[in-house]
C-alpha cells in the first residue's frame, strides 16, 4: 500500500515564506511526476508546480518567480518553497505523485494542507 502525506503549512503574513513537504511511504513502487496543487475557498483546484522524474519544472504563471517546486528521489520526497506569500494563496495545499507499482500507473494525492495567508 503507498500513502501520500504532507506537512508544513500554517498561517503567514503577506510577504512570508512557507515550505510544504509531501513524503510517499509504502513499498514496491517508483515515482514518475511529483506535483502541488491548491484549492482556494469557493474555487476549483488547481495546478501550482509539477516536477518531472528528470527534474524538470513547471509552474503556474501566478506563482512563478516566488515558489520553487524540488525532489529528493532518495527519500520520496517533493518540497513547495514558498515566498512573497499574497492573500490570494491562501488555499488548501494537495500534493499528487504519479506512481508506479506493479507496473500500474496511477495517482496519489495527499489529504491536504492548509495555507492561510494573512495582511
Known amino acids: 500500500q503507498v500513502q501520500v502525506a504532507e506537512s508544513g503549512g500554517g498561517s503567514v503574513q503577506a510577504g512570508g515564506s512557507l515550505r510544504l513537504s509531501c513524503a510517499a511511504s509504502?513499498?514496491?513502487?517508483?515515482?514518475?511526476?511529483m506535483g502541488w496543487y491548491r484549492q482556494p475557498p469557493g474555487k476549483q483546484r488547481e495546478l501550482v508546480a509539477t516536477i518531472t522524474s528528470g527534474g524538470s519544472t513547471d509552474y503556474a504563471d501566478s506563482v512563478k518567480g516566488r515558489f520553487t517546486i524540488s525532489r529528493d528521489n532518495g527519500k520520496r520526497t517533493v518540497d513547495l518553497e514558498m515566498n512573497r506569500l499574497k492573500l490570494e494563496d491562501t488555499a488548501v495545499y494537495y500534493c499528487?505523485?504519479?506512481?508506479?507499482?506493479?507496473?500500474?500507473?496511477?495517482?496519489?494525492w495527499g489529504q491536504g494542507t492548509q495555507v492561510t495567508v494573512s495582511s
Open positions: 509504502g513499498s514496491a513502487f517508483s515515482i514518475n511526476a
Open positions: 499528487k505523485m504519479e506512481i508506479d507499482r506493479h507496473y500500474v500507473l496511477a495517482d496519489y
